[in-house]
């Protein structure tokens, strides 16, 4: 039996994904650049995402800097008044919690972070939040899970990552511990050869711990 869950956050515990891409697309929009979604799809294992497609048209790095702040401030508007929750995710870590102890590992910022988190009941179920400033090198880099397990003090064979992407499953993988991947329409096309186990919903969790 696992005694320790590590979640990813964005596409896992809270529906993002979608907000922080509209995000990118504004602030880009602003200075007149139309987003390929597709390519933008495509580039996110890579963690080009965003601005990949601004550079290879040219798009100089001051004003990627200047329109990353903007796409930052377009991304807390969002989380601020969009629906974002994941029908079922807090009945389930409720569940979870009275098995297994359970913390967030995450590349959101902790300002982004802290804006999710101020009316919802997630974080109540975690022993402890990794946000990106808790660690130097991000994922695909095993560090994050690396950092939460000496947290725990825990083996990696006792623990399992929840994860939505493909560089989430090769942190999990670097750093020794079993990934189960839940299913996110902007991360589905990824590869996930190396997951141990592939869920619809984290409901699907409890028949892997349990």
């Known amino acids: 039996m696992r005694k320790y869950v ?8 809270v529906d993002t994904e979608l907000w922080y891409y ?26 080009l995402a965003t601005w990949a497609q601004a550079r ?11 329109q990353r702040a903007v796409r930052d401030g377009y991304y807390q508007e969002y989380l601020r008044t969009e629906a974002i929750e994941i029908e ?4 389930t870590l409720a569940e979870l ?35 990106r400033e808790d660690y130097t090198l ?25 994860e939505d992407s493909a560089r989430g499953l090769r942190s999990a993988v670097a750093a020794g511990v079993d990934c189960a991947i839940v299913h996110n329409d902007f991360t589905r096309a990824q590869d996930f050869s190396a997951a141990r186990y592939r869920i619809d919903s984290l409901i699907e969790l409890l028949d892997i711990i349990l």
């Open 56 to 66: 290879a048209a040219g798009v100089d790095e001051r004003t990627i800097d200047r």
């Open 138 to 162: 991000a994922k695909p880099h095993p560090e994050p899970y690396l950092t939460a397990l000496e947290r725990f003090g825990a083996g990696a064979a006792e623990a399992l990552v929840v």
């Open 97 to 131: 919690s009275t098995h297994v102890r359970m913390a967030i590992v995450t590349t959101a910022k902790g300002a982004d972070f802290d804006i999710i988190h101020e009316k919802r009941q997630i974080r109540r179920f975690m022993e402890f939040v990794l946000v």
């Open 6 to 13: 590590l979640f990813d956050h964005d596409g896992v515990l």
């Open 22 to 47: 509209r995000a990118g697309e504004r602030a880009l929009a602003d200075i007149g650049f139309t987003q390929d979604k597709g390519r933008y799809l495509r580039d996110m294992p890579q963690g």
């Open 88 to 91: 079922g995710v807090v009945d």
